[in-house]
């Protein structure tokens, strides 16, 4: 079994024509990866979804932290 602990990994990422990089460890990564291909988006118009989603929250987190919570309730089961 691999762990899961393991320092950040930055990946570039491009939302509304800009790139941006985004530290997440690689569970992350993968569920980031594995919740585009089920939704049928690539990833940077998942990230842009999750940015849009942030930004209009009332006290929105970073987008890395947005991204995941945004994993962890969808990983829980919870309505997003």
């Keep these: 079994m691999i762990t ?4 950040p990994v930055k990946r ?3 939302i509304a024509g800009h790139k941006t ?3 997440l460890e690689p569970l992350f990564w993968d569920w980031l990866r594995s919740a585009a291909e089920v ?3 690539p990833v940077n118009a ?3 979804r ?3 989603e ?4 009332e006290n929105p987190p970073g987008l890395a932290g947005a991204i995941r ?3 962890a309730v969808r990983v829980a089961g919870q309505p997003i």
């Design 50 to 52: 999750i940015d849009a």
């Design 46 to 48: 998942l990230v842009a």
């Design 69 to 71: 919570l945004w994993l």
């Design 21 to 23: 990089s985004i530290s």
């Design 39 to 41: 939704e049928g988006v």
């Design 12 to 14: 570039s990422v491009e």
């Design 4 to 7: 899961p602990y393991h320092p």
């Design 54 to 57: 942030r930004i209009a929250a």
